[in-house]
């Protein structure tokens, strides 16, 4: 125990482990999908990988090292899923040190297990944490920029300053939505050091930041600006979005993260915990001002939260500790009859007691939910649609699909235009038909429709059945192949249904 | 009951004896206008409307007791003891299922967030009575 509380990577170390047992023991390497948007970084991913030369028609909203890494990690571990949540778990575990390193300074010991206690016990981050979404690996990436600069006693060298600015570089080239960390960043290098000083060491820590930003942008496929400059920062029809309200559903964070405010001039401003404060207030300001937040970046809005909740929630815990602690004690002395009461540490107690029974009342069962569901993913073998792409798999050259999962399980690709297209549904004015015009254009083997989407489409539905067969479905998802390449036909659960007569 | 009372400062017990005073009183006022159906509850074998009546007089006097009449070592005994039959109560309800027990009363439906997060509020409730009441009775037994 003593171990544990002497080094701070130990216990660092402890949750990111836990969550590699979960991700073995769970079925996510070899799940269909573990993430809303999963499956059009994969595809991307794929794209890249076995065809390079296609990525110039790729319609991207975000920059494309997430999409080079991934990719990369394709060519050297094989093409899989797995490996890409393999890598964001790994992200997540190294931002959970990073997080660590942060905030040894602030609590200590075995309470650093509450960073990620906190932060993973939420509805939807274990999740996230094993999903091959981009907003995990470039908050990792943000955190270590700031944390490698950290260093309370010491002034940074400068190549501890560049190292900064290259990992910020790369979060920001992973997804623009890392640089919500910006402020925070400043607040944190304004608070280490006199402002001066700050200006100076902000120079290296730009070259970094410059330089490896232009390296990226040469190293990438394209540059389109024209669609980085589209990317909406409205609601998108189809993706999951984050509500602010859904903070409420967490009130044990809440409170905690509340505490850990209150701790800040109580602590003379520690720089982790006014990193965290900056961050927090610059994305629920931007996600009040858009009105939108994608889900996926949810991660933004628990990590600050988490970090604060454990200075709260370590400071509240300490009076707790103190109860049972202290030897006997002797009653302090008798005022008329009234005996006087420790306000602070009674307000400490009301604080750890309060935060703990709602972190377990509001937030576990969502956990212990998140687990089941985790545990109950279905897998590419186990899943019918898959194995019947897979059929076709061969000699598919495109599939059409909005569920590119699917098509991804099967390393079949989805042409390069329709891939984001799909994935950012109405933002560019698309509709059924100048989407019908580009899949016709693409001629794909497959197609993987939604019978409430594209098949409500008359149009849609004319030209599907000219040109292919239906093969399987399974609720409103309906897999079409290619009449070229002679599929067996199985006849629609209505027309099943209407012979028996039901 | 009428123990004298040595603890006059509010503190932590007090204001749990408030909050179980004021549940108390709302499983009375539910009861007393009718808002409680009479199906029978799956944990305690009586009917709901029986059970609000019930327990809301135990809580009212619970609540009475922990802020004006009990000792601080009794109070904190009392409240660990009405803490830890909710947890029960809770957990062998989330087992069997059924109709579940009008606890927070009509408030539910003055504020409509509340009946959304009913059961999850009350296991925090439930664990937040059974610590101020655990903590402050080992605080109690450290005084000499």
Known sequence: MKLFTQHWLLCSLLIPLVLGITFVWSPAWAAVATGATEGAELSKALLLSERPAAVGDLEINQPWLYT???????KTFGTSAGIARLFTLISAATMLVALGWMLHHVVGGLRLLLVGIFCFSVKGMLMLSMSAQPGLPAISFAILATAIIYKPVHPPGWKRLLLSGVLLACATQITFMALTVLPAFVVFVFRQWEWRSACKYLRFW?????MATLIIMVLSPNVNFRHLLNSPTGPIENQPQFHLNTLFFNPGLMLAAGFGIFQLAKRKYPAPLLFASAWLATVTILAWVWGYW???EMAQFYIPMAMLGTAGFAAAFSSVLSVFQAGPVSAQPLQNSVRQIDTHNELNMLAAVTIFAFWVGFTVPDFVAELKQLHRLPAVKDNELCLSIKENAKSTKWCYTRFAEYAFANHVLIPPELIGLTQLDGKYGQTNTSLLKMVKKNQPEQLLLAANIELRDQEWKTWTTNH???????GEKELWVSRSLHPQNIQPSNDILRKLGL | MSMPRTSGEPGLPQLAGVILLTLGLLK???WSAGLVSPTQDAVIPMPLNKVALFMGLIEVQMGVGVIFLLRPLRAAQGLALIGASFVCYRWLHS??????CPCLAGATSLLPILRMHEDKLLLSLSIWFFLIGAMSWVRETRIK
Do not use: H, K, N, R
């Open chain 1, 68 to 74: 080079m890494m991934v990719s990369a990690l394709f």
């Open chain 1, 206 to 210: 730009g070259i970094g930041l410059v």
């Open chain 1, 294 to 296: 994608p889900e996926s």
């Open chain 1, 468 to 474: 292919y067969i239906l093969v399987d479905q399974d």
């Open chain 2, 28 to 30: 009375l006022y539910a």
């Open chain 2, 95 to 100: 087992l069997l299922g059924g109709t579940p």
